[in-house]
């Protein structure tokens, strides 16, 4: 056939049939792979189909499907779509998102579904709907392609599913890491010759100390994800309120080795501290698992609605897209921003999405929603991970694997590396460390670490919103790598504001529960010694143009950079002391010109060095 472009998130993406797969719902949510007229399982589940190459002899693919949808046992058949220059099988859902124009009223709406013989499934607002294809209608791919050429369609976008990628581990080429370093690290792996960055983790261990137990029982962390062994040891006695979303049922299925996912991410936020094995984040937190990733509308709106209306506190997501084929819609944005924003009974449910493996430029689109805390990756040595995704939207990173792995839960049917022999199926080094575990790592593993840490936030402080969460996780975390990869506002496209504290992020959570005054700390260099400065004060007048490079919270950080750049660069360094959300603050301005074009040289002679900053009017800052 030819190719269809269709309306796919913010912008078109064209299909292409596939030549061998279709899409089949059983009546009972049968197992199709025994019937005669299936000839390969391609994937169990999708979109509620299974995604299945049909014994078809000599006749066309059409006239199979057609005869298999007669089938006593077939409810729907569909064909199966891939987006060009994707690998990803697509299932259209039969659901389509109408957006009308405005001015548009519901009689003259109607007509279009008559038309096209569809039927009215949801009413968002006046002009947007959801419809569904019926037994006379074509396929909604076509339908969706026909309305968006109809006079009184705005926006017409067929609901697809696709599995969406799980940010695992990048390995065997990456040296990985050992015995939980990730929650604190003393600078060795313990049972293995290898030498790690000391104080280079998450600092759980500290904020398990500064709180004096591991986090409240009455936190719900939601892990959205497939492959979850609810029989696993550190996870069996916690389990809160499960869902397979792609059953629609409270059972969630176990076994298939397709999907082991689930089960390390979930450890590494909360598995049980109970003598033996791993311990998560927030050991005590309850575990929600909810199964089922989907690309679909329904799907999105029913997993997080799920959340929402089932008491889950903090969602983890390990995983997502940047296939630009896959971008968000708008009503999929919604559904997230709705749990962010009315969860936990309008505070909102703290939504935790990995940015992705891919080494790209930029992060996953579900990452790069507004109201998610976006996670990025950090080695054992306090460096970047490789495979981590860079952008703008990234909060913070975590530590994980790209030197040395951390430890995680395995799924008692995970089959481990397929290219691996023996124990390196599991572990990097071959040295088994039991058989209900494995080395993990990626962005995967760095999520569902910050979302554990969040929930000892709440368990400290469980009057925090969301919002709240992820400031304080934006500004109690660690500056790694070098100076001049953050920006003036303290961030950088590789470690977003830094490297997440947990001891930090608890202590604020308590200081604002408290209403007391906030610790002001100061670098690490500062505290090891190199605190002693020779300084003069003379007053600035107001005016004049200089180069602001940043804001400080800490006067020992202020001393030790305005040291640094008076030297470096041969120009006098201006602090302007100011109130910000009632803490003192240190804005530092570097340079004290009568010409903007003075002020503008320094700035870009700054820039070549790698410091970025901004002319700043002097006459502003009073």
Same mark, same amino acid.
């Given at each position: 056939?030819?190719?269809?472009?269709?309306?796919?998130?913010?912008?078109?993406?064209?299909?292409?049939?596939?030549?061998?797969?279709?899409?089949?719902?059983?009546?009972?949510?049968?197992?199709?792979?025994?019937?005669?007229?299936?000839?390969?399982?391609?994937?169990?589940?999708?979109?509620?189909?299974?995604?299945?190459?049909?014994?078809?002899?000599?006749?066309?693919?059409?006239?199979?499907?057609?005869?298999?949808?007669?089938?006593?046992?077939?409810?729907?058949?569909?064909?199966?779509?891939?987006?060009?220059?994707?690998?990803?099988?697509?299932?259209?859902?039969?659901?389509?998102?109408?957006?009308?124009?405005?001015?548009?009223?519901?009689?003259?709406?109607?007509?279009?579904?008559?038309?096209?013989?569809?039927?009215?499934?949801?009413?968002?607002?006046?002009?947007?709907?959801?419809?569904?294809?019926?037994?006379?209608?074509?396929?909604?791919?076509?339908?969706?392609?026909?309305?968006?050429?109809?006079?009184?369609?705005?926006?017409?976008?067929?609901?697809?599913?696709?599995?969406?990628?799980?940010?695992?581990?990048?390995?065997?080429?990456?040296?990985?890491?050992?015995?939980?370093?990730?929650?604190?690290?003393?600078?060795?792996?313990?049972?293995?010759?290898?030498?790690?960055?000391?104080?280079?983790?998450?600092?759980?261990?500290?904020?398990?100390?500064?709180?004096?137990?591991?986090?409240?029982?009455?936190?719900?962390?939601?892990?959205?994800?497939?492959?979850?062994?609810?029989?696993?040891?550190?996870?069996?006695?916690?389990?809160?309120?499960?869902?397979?979303?792609?059953?629609?049922?409270?059972?969630?299925?176990?076994?298939?080795?397709?999907?082991?996912?689930?089960?390390?991410?979930?450890?590494?936020?909360?598995?049980?501290?109970?003598?033996?094995?791993?311990?998560?984040?927030?050991?005590?937190?309850?575990?929600?698992?909810?199964?089922?990733?989907?690309?679909?509308?329904?799907?999105?709106?029913?997993?997080?609605?799920?959340?929402?209306?089932?008491?889950?506190?903090?969602?983890?997501?390990?995983?997502?897209?940047?296939? /630009?084929?896959?971008?968000?819609?708008?009503?999929?944005?919604?559904?997230?921003?709705?749990?962010?924003?009315?969860?936990?009974?309008?505070?909102?449910?703290?939504?935790?999405?990995?940015?992705?493996?891919?080494?790209?430029?930029?992060?996953?689109?579900?990452?790069?929603?507004?109201?998610?805390?976006?996670?990025?990756?950090?080695?054992?040595?306090?460096?970047?991970?490789?495979?981590?995704?860079?952008?703008?939207?990234?909060?913070?990173?975590?530590?994980?694997?790209?030197?040395?792995?951390?430890?995680?839960?395995?799924?008692?049917?995970?089959?481990?590396?397929?290219?691996?022999?023996?124990?390196?199926?599991?572990?990097?080094?071959?040295?088994?460390?039991?058989?209900?575990?494995?080395?993990?790592?990626?962005?995967?593993?760095?999520?569902?670490?910050?979302?554990?840490?969040?929930?000892?936030?709440?368990?400290?402080? /469980?009057?925090?919103?969301?919002?709240?969460?992820?400031?304080?996780?934006?500004?109690?975390?660690?500056?790694?790598?070098?100076?001049?990869?953050?920006?003036?506002?303290?961030?950088?496209?590789?470690?977003?504001?830094?490297?997440?504290?947990?001891?930090?992020?608890?202590?604020?959570?308590?200081?604002?529960?408290?209403?007391?005054?906030?610790?002001?700390?100061?670098?690490?260099?500062?505290?090891?010694?190199?605190?002693?400065?020779?300084?003069?004060?003379?007053?600035?007048?107001?005016?004049?143009?200089?180069?602001?490079?940043?804001?400080?919270?800490?006067?020992?950080?202020?001393?030790?950079?305005?040291?640094?750049?008076?030297?470096?660069?041969?120009?006098?360094?201006?602090?302007?002391?100011?109130?910000?959300?009632?803490?003192?603050?240190?804005?530092?301005?570097?340079?004290?010109?009568?010409?903007?074009?003075?002020?503008?040289?320094?700035?870009?002679?700054?820039?070549?060095?790698?410091?970025?900053?901004?002319?700043?009017?002097?006459?502003?800052?009073?």
């Amino acid at each position: 056939m030819s190719k269809l472009t269709i309306k796919s998130g913010k912008g078109n993406i064209r299909l292409r049939k596939s030549r061998s797969l279709v899409g089949l719902k059983s009546k009972k949510q049968k197992d199709l792979k025994n019937e005669d007229f299936v000839k390969e399982t391609i994937l169990p589940r999708l979109g509620g189909f299974e995604v299945v190459k049909l014994d078809r002899g000599r006749r066309s693919l059409d006239k199979k499907l057609d005869e298999v949808r007669a089938h006593e046992d077939i409810e729907l058949g569909t064909h199966v779509y891939f987006a060009e220059g994707s690998k990803k099988p697509l299932v259209p859902t039969g659901e389509i998102m109408i957006t009308y124009q405005e001015g548009s009223d519901e009689e003259e709406q109607n007509i279009v579904l008559d038309e096209y013989h569809l039927e009215l499934v949801e009413r968002r607002d006046n002009n947007r709907i959801i419809a569904k294809v019926t037994e006379k209608s074509k396929n909604p791919i076509k339908v969706a392609a026909a309305l968006e050429g109809f006079s009184l369609v705005k926006i017409a976008e067929p609901d697809l599913d696709a599995l969406l990628t799980e940010y695992d581990f990048i390995a065997p080429r990456d040296e990985l890491l050992s015995h939980q370093w990730h929650l604190k690290n003393d600078g060795y792996v313990i049972d293995a010759a290898r030498s790690l960055k000391r104080g280079a983790d998450a600092k759980v261990v500290d904020a398990w100390q500064r709180i004096g137990n591991t986090g409240s029982s009455d936190v719900v962390i939601a892990v959205i994800d497939n492959g979850f062994d609810l029989t696993h040891p550190d996870l069996k006695n916690k389990i809160y309120k499960p869902y397979d979303l792609w059953m629609g049922s409270s059972e969630i299925l176990q076994g298939d080795p397709s999907f082991t996912h689930g089960t390390p991410c979930a450890s590494v936020a909360l598995a049980a501290s109970n003598g033996d094995g791993i311990v998560g984040a927030a050991p005590n937190a309850k575990f929600m698992p909810v199964s089922g990733t989907s690309f679909s509308l329904r799907a999105t709106e029913e997993m997080f609605n799920y959340c929402i209306d089932n008491g889950a506190d903090v969602i983890s997501c390990s995983w997502g897209t940047t296939d /630009p084929a896959f971008n968000l819609n708008a009503m999929k944005e919604e559904a997230i921003t709705k749990a962010a924003t009315k969860g936990r009974n309008g505070k909102g449910c703290v939504v935790v999405y990995a940015v992705g493996n891919e080494s790209e430029d930029f992060v996953s689109f579900y990452s790069a929603h507004p109201d998610v805390i976006a996670v990025g990756a950090c080695t054992s040595q306090d460096e970047h991970a490789s495979y981590s995704n860079k952008g703008l939207e990234i909060d913070v990173v975590a530590p994980s694997n790209g030197d040395w792995p951390i430890i995680a839960a395995r799924a008692w049917w995970d089959n481990g590396l397929s290219w691996q022999i023996g124990e390196k199926r599991f572990w990097y080094d071959g040295l088994s460390r039991g058989n209900r575990y494995k080395h993990f790592g990626g962005t995967s593993s760095a999520t569902p670490l910050v979302a554990g840490i969040c929930a000892l936030m709440l368990s400290v402080n /469980p009057d925090l919103k969301a919002s709240e969460v992820k400031t304080i996780i934006r500004k109690t975390a660690d500056k790694i790598g070098h100076p001049s990869e953050y920006d003036f506002q303290g961030h950088s496209r590789k470690y977003g504001y830094g490297r997440v504290n947990a001891d930090k992020a608890v202590a604020e959570a308590i200081r604002l529960k408290e209403g007391t005054t906030p610790v002001v700390e100061v670098d690490e260099a500062i505290k090891s010694g190199e605190g002693l400065f020779e300084f003069s004060v003379k007053k600035q007048k107001p005016e004049g143009f200089g180069v602001q490079l940043g804001v400080f919270a800490a006067y020992g950080n202020v001393l030790r950079n305005a040291e640094k750049f008076e030297s470096r660069f041969g120009e006098k360094v201006i602090i302007h002391i100011n109130e910000i959300e009632g803490r003192t603050v240190y804005r530092m301005v570097l340079g004290a010109f009568t010409r903007f074009s003075d002020a503008k040289k320094l700035q870009a002679t700054l820039n070549q060095a790698g410091f970025n900053g901004f002319v700043r009017d002097l006459s502003q800052l009073t």
